[in-house]
């Protein structure tokens, strides 16, 4: 949420970014494409002098660089997993975050045009060339998860140390599939968008109007009212938030805490795009949810459903492309 695609400030995002470490986060998550690099940019300048030693740093490649925000199209060679992308996007990493390492370097989605050990053999070598600590996945599918870590252990390569999955009260499909299998792998779970992109901030309540919302310009199918998904996902925010009313609870807290207490879950990644997102967030670290909050929550949302299908992050090209899932004719 810093640059173009959030706040725009950079001096602003950079005291959101300071407050936070001030408060006790020492995890930064960034990627390449968030504000086509500007993003990692401002993490750069946040994290400039002592402050680098005491974080750990994420960031995360695939998406299409070099392209205005909402653009189509772009230059095919520059996204995606082969190697070399990664290779040189990985230095473009570096000198936006004015860092000589990065401590978690992402896949941020599968690439069906890449074998996957093209890309973990390249992950390897600049985990062996000290650039990178260690690296792992994002919005991966279970069964790619599994394929990965199998790739990794019969061609004796470095393994997908981490997750990256979207996962919060209304998008909960990981846990039929991506959460067990990160546990059986050991796997650290980083979930992103816990308060499902502003849908869990207490905003969206029956009979108001939407609040204001960044998100809805850049990625407006998620917040659509004339789709069915989107109408289930307000019912449920709306049920959701009297629920944390009884219980004298901000909904925020309620949604990050809930996040927090899958047992598969390492931590969740906020997302503050102004110093108030940040302090209404900060204090869900103390909140436990009762046995009786838990069921109520499975009752309005039940356990591995996702509300809208929009919102699981990743499309794969067996859905996607309707020539993958039925026989031509002619």
């Known amino acids: 949420?810093?640059?173009?695609?959030?706040e725009p400030d950079h001096e602003a995002s950079i005291a959101t970014i300071h407050a936070a470490l001030d408060a006790?986060?020492?995890f930064i998550d960034t990627a390449d494409v968030y504000s086509q690099g500007e993003s990692e940019v401002i993490v750069g300048k946040a994290l400039a002098g002592a402050r680098r030693d005491d974080v750990v740093l994420a960031t995360k490649v695939h998406g299409q660089m070099g392209v205005p925000m909402g653009a189509e199209g772009g230059d095919p060679n520059m996204r995606g997993n082969s190697r070399r992308w990664i290779v040189r996007e990985?230095?473009?990493?570096?000198?936006?975050l004015n860092t000589d390492w990065i401590d978690l370097y992402q896949i941020h989605r599968p690439d069906p045009y890449t074998d996957v050990e093209e890309t973990l053999s390249a992950l390897t070598d600049l985990q062996r060339q000290g650039k990178i600590r260690a690296f792992g996945s994002s919005t991966f599918p279970a069964h790619q998860m599994v394929q990965a870590q199998w790739v990794s252990e019969r061609r004796g390569l470095g393994r997908f140390a981490t997750e990256q999955p979207p996962y919060s009260l209304l998008v909960r499909g990981i846990e039929a599939d991506v959460l067990p299998v990160a546990q059986d792998f050991g796997m650290g779970v980083l979930p992103w968008s816990?308060?499902?992109?502003?849908?869990?901030?207490?905003?969206?309540r029956k009979g108001n109007d939407l609040?204001?919302?960044?998100?809805?310009?850049?990625?407006?199918g998620r917040f659509d009212m004339s789709s069915p998904g989107n109408q289930r996902k307000l019912e449920a925010a709306d049920a959701l938030g009297k629920l944390a009313d009884d219980a004298g609870l901000s909904l925020i807290h309620v949604a990050l805490a809930f996040v927090m207490q899958h047992p598969g879950v390492t931590a969740p990644i906020i997302g503050p795009r102004t110093m108030a997102h940040l302090q209404s967030q900060i204090g869900a670290a103390e909140v436990t949810l009762s046995t009786d909050i838990l069921d109520a929550i499975?009752?309005?949302?039940?356990?591995?459903?996702?509300?809208?299908?929009?919102?699981?992050?990743?499309?794969?090209?067996?859905?996607?492309?309707?020539f993958l899932r039925r026989r031509r004719t002619t």
């Open 298 to 322: 499975d009752e309005i949302v039940p356990p591995g459903v996702t509300l809208a299908h929009a919102d699981a992050g990743y499309q794969p090209p067996s859905l996607s492309d309707p």
């Open 24 to 26: 006790g986060i020492n």
């Open 211 to 220: 609040p204001e919302s960044m998100r809805r310009n850049r990625i407006p």
């Open 1 to 6: 949420m810093f640059g173009a695609w959030g």
């Open 194 to 204: 816990p308060l499902a992109g502003g849908w869990l901030s207490g905003g969206y």
């Open 90 to 96: 990985v230095e473009n990493s570096l000198r936006r």
